[in-house]
């Protein structure tokens, strides 16, 4: 099978995730629940072409190798359209993949409100795991390297929070500073299930509950997996009795606290210290 007989079979990735982003612009989608079905379309046509190692007209370099590129491109999508639900949330522009001066380094953050380069107050960081095997290299689980994300999920939110008042920064209970300190920071996680890697959404949900319960202010979690047929991905909702939220719930909240810190002029409150070169956007 070439590219374009696996495209008429399964779609073209970018046309498919440029047909989302425009929707939810133009529709003004709030909810990713509204979107779910055609994300789940964008990563079952992008996974086939993985698998089929083949790569699809006018993206990447051509072969497995340029390929990867794209692939990898997938946490990207993710991160601008939560982006783009938030802003038609809150009508607040929120910046997708913004450079962030910490305490002690830069962090490139997911979504960050206000966008700018210094003080932040709500900062989220968006993760897309879990791949089918192809070729030689095997399937990774949405588990995969959990310890060493969870690590850097807990540096840049302890760092991001540590930034605001630096050396004036006082910590007496833990618990009581992380959960005043701005910014606010979440975590959103999408991920591919593969039950030969013990993959669950509560696996997931335990995982995302440990940030939160040291670290974090929230976390949200959606997955999916193969459906019995084998022909397309299916969403795995999670258990009700899961502490873990799922996206829509964390997505409403961090619009929540935009809304509430940019108060009734929609303004979002100057940095401390800040000058001009402060308050630009932190971009690429």
Request: aromatic share 8%.
């Amino acid at each position: 099978m070439n590219e374009r007989e696996l495209e008429a079979r399964v779609g073209h990735p970018e046309v498919l995730r440029d047909r989302l982003i425009d929707r939810v612009r133009d529709e003004r989608v709030k909810r990713f629940a509204d979107i779910q079905e055609e994300w789940i379309r964008l990563m079952w046509s992008l996974d086939a072409f993985r698998v089929a190692e083949l790569t699809p007209t006018g993206m990447g370099k051509g072969g497995s190798a340029g390929f990867e590129g794209v692939y990898r491109g997938k946490g990207n999508w993710f991160a601008l359209l939560l982006a783009l639900l938030i802003d038609n949330q809150t009508g607040q522009h929120v910046g997708s993949r913004t450079k962030v001066q910490g305490f002690s380094q830069p962090h490139q953050i997911d979504l960050a409100w206000p966008s700018r380069k210094v003080d932040p107050l709500v900062c989220a960081e968006s993760k897309v795991t879990g791949a089918p095997a192809f070729g030689e290299p095997p399937a990774r689980g949405a588990m995969s390297d959990w310890s060493n994300r969870r690590k850097e999920l807990k540096f840049a939110a302890t760092d991001l929070k540590l930034a605001r008042r630096q050396q004036e920064t006082a910590i007496q209970h833990w618990d009581v500073w992380r959960q005043d300190a701005p910014p606010k920071c979440y975590f959103l996680w999408a991920a591919r299930l593969d039950p030969s890697k013990r993959d669950s959404v509560d696996r997931m949900a335990d995982g995302a509950q440990s940030a939160v319960n040291t670290y974090l202010d929230g976390a949200g979690v959606f997955a999916w997996r193969e459906n019995p047929a084998g022909t397309s991905y299916e969403a795995v909702p999670v258990p009700p009795r899961s502490r873990i939220s799922d996206l829509d719930d964390v997505l409403y909240r961090i619009a929540s606290e935009i809304q509430k810190a940019a108060g009734r002029d929609g303004k979002a409150p100057a940095p401390i210290g800040s000058t001009a070169e402060d308050l630009a956007p932190g971009g690429e």
